[in-house]
């Protein structure tokens, strides 16, 4: 950070008066907080990194109050961060303003093969540290092991099911999976159906493991209940809502079977809870059924929650779940995204691939293609549709995938101040720019009352949505 953007920061921290995703304000007028280790970790283990400013007083109005000592800080802070593991190197920055002095520390991300940062003395467990907003929260116990599993490759599709007998398999699927995987491979199908099932992960030591249970067993939720999917037509557009007759639930279902079951069954229930428009073709006559989602991008969705969720003993315990909606279809997948991809990069470059073993088979048996091409899919058949593009939510442990209706006809009704913003918002606006255009001095009062109503009944929409809270985010009129 340059002199003359710390100067630009203190000015916008006066406008917007809150801490970001990727700012903490410190006092630091009576000497170096003692206790930093928190946001060292959580800023470390984030992509954007983040920066801690000392000199402004939150407690009292966000105050210019300054330091005690710049040089002193510097040298305490950077102790703190000698204490993370792996070490951070802030990068700081000091200038002098109405004789007071201020320093910045800019805390660089560190590499997803080397997180969690966490502070030496507490832990990996109690010490690594995730941010919220403008908190430091504790990493859950999956989160830490999500990064070790990533970094030492952990393949838990393949791990073993000791209380599962070989005879739990359906030996009919079985061998249909082998003649498959024989097929144009003449050096493996020279080796026994034994020395088959260890080599191809069906068998570890002669036990089944969790995928052949998956794909092949006769009843895998008898190991494992919750691996299955959680499938739930609502009456209105949130949790909770009543029908006219008080119903919760137009319809709800436990899925369960192998994979390719559970995906024809979940298909299934789409299909019927959704309803379908008949178009006739005025020139043709011929008669053509719409469904209110193209089933190509919902298929593909349940594909991506099947085969890529987590399958560690951390997640085990919770199921798929598939929510329709009055206005939209949810898709809640047990396990972030997995390794480097980030959200916007979905569908265009290839990804780590968490269940590498599980992908591999349902290529195989010509359920998926494997080649990246499900994303590509979705937002091709849903402009087909003319409907909204998806949204990809990654969201601690969670994987959320959105597909909203598109309702013409639906009366919106709009005061003043929601007529004006949506008109202000005809270009891209950024939070600061709206909190200025309202006249208000409080950014969470402006966001919470004016603008997250106008974002929650689809009227303004975020440029990041994954990342509400970012400090680059914008909004515009849908």
């Known amino acids: 950070m340059t002199r003359e953007e710390l100067f630009d920061k203190l000015n916008e921290i006066q406008k917007l008066r809150c801490e970001t995703q990727t700012l903490e304000l410190k006092s630091a007028s009576l000497g170096c907080p003692k206790r930093l280790y928190d946001t060292l970790s959580s800023f470390a283990n984030q992509d954007e990194g983040g920066i801690i400013l000392f000199g402004i007083d939150e407690q009292n109005n966000y105050e210019e109050v300054g330091v005690y000592d710049p040089h002193d800080l510097q040298k305490k802070v950077n102790e703190q961060c000698l204490q993370m593991i792996p070490v951070i190197r802030p990068v700081f920055t000091v200038i002098e303003k109405n004789n007071k002095y201020f320093v910045s520390a800019e805390i660089p991300s560190v590499d997803i093969t080397d997180r969690p940062c966490y502070y030496a003395g507490q832990g990996r467990l109690k010490g690594s540290f995730v941010r919220s907003g403008d908190s430091d929260e504790h990493m859950t116990e999956y989160e830490v092991y999500s990064y070790e599993a990533f970094r030492k490759k952990y393949q838990d599709d393949i791990r073993v099911i000791s209380q599962a007998p070989f005879s739990s398999l359906q030996q009919d699927l079985l061998q249909q999976y082998l003649l498959k995987i024989k097929?144009?491979?003449?050096?493996?199908?020279?080796?026994?159906?034994?020395?088959?099932?260890?080599?191809?992960?069906?068998?570890?030591?002669?036990?089944?493991?969790?995928?052949?249970?998956?794909?092949?067993?006769?009843?895998?939720?008898?190991?494992?209940?919750?691996?299955?999917?959680?499938?739930?037509?609502?009456?209105?557009?949130?949790?909770?809502?009543?029908?006219?007759?008080?119903?919760?639930?137009?319809?709800?279902?436990?899925?369960?079977?192998?994979?390719?079951?559970?995906?024809?069954?979940?298909?299934?229930?789409?299909?019927?809870?959704?309803?379908?428009?008949?178009?006739?073709?005025?020139?043709?006559?011929?008669?053509?059924?719409?469904?209110?989602?193209?089933?190509?991008?919902?298929?593909?969705?349940?594909?991506?929650?099947?085969?890529?969720?987590?399958?560690?003993?951390?997640?085990?315990?919770?199921?798929?779940?598939?929510?329709?909606?009055?206005?939209?279809?949810?898709?809640?997948?047990?396990?972030?995204?997995?390794?480097?991809?980030k959200i916007d990069q979905l569908g265009k470059i290839q990804p780590d691939t968490r269940n590498p073993v599980i992908a591999v088979a349902m290529e195989k048996l010509g359920i998926t293609e494997n080649r990246y091409s499900g994303i590509p899919a979705i937002y091709r058949s849903m402009k087909e549709y003319d409907l909204p593009d998806p949204i990809f939510i990654d969201e601690r442990g969670t994987f959320q995938v959105i597909f909203y209706k598109k309702i013409h006809e639906e009366k919106i009704e709009l005061n003043n101040d929601e007529i004006k913003i949506l008109e202000y918002c005809q270009t891209p606006r950024t939070r600061k720019e709206l909190i200025k255009y309202l006249g208000l001095s409080s950014s969470t009062y402006a966001i919470q009352t004016y603008i997250d109503p106008l974002v929650k009944r689809g009227l303004l929409k975020l440029s990041i949505p994954e990342k509400p809270s970012s400090r680059n985010q914008t909004y515009k009129t849908k």
């Open 183 to 341: 097929m144009n491979r003449p050096n493996l199908s020279a080796l026994s159906d034994s020395e088959i099932y260890e080599l191809m992960s069906i068998t570890k030591n002669n036990e089944v493991t969790l995928f052949s249970e998956l794909m092949f067993g006769i009843y895998p939720q008898a190991y494992f209940p919750q691996l299955s999917i959680n499938a739930v037509s609502i009456q209105g557009k949130e949790i909770g809502d009543l029908g006219k007759n008080q119903e919760r639930f137009i319809d709800n279902q436990r899925i369960e079977g192998t994979l390719i079951q559970m995906l024809e069954s979940a298909l299934q229930f789409v299909r019927k809870n959704m309803k379908v428009s008949t178009i006739i073709d005025p020139e043709t006559g011929l008669r053509e059924d719409k469904t209110e989602y193209p089933i190509t991008a919902v298929r593909e969705a349940l594909l991506n929650a099947l085969i890529h969720r987590d399958y560690s003993i951390h997640t085990e315990g919770k199921p798929i779940q598939l929510f329709m909606f009055e206005d939209r279809l949810e898709i809640h997948n047990p396990g972030g995204i997995y390794g480097r991809i």
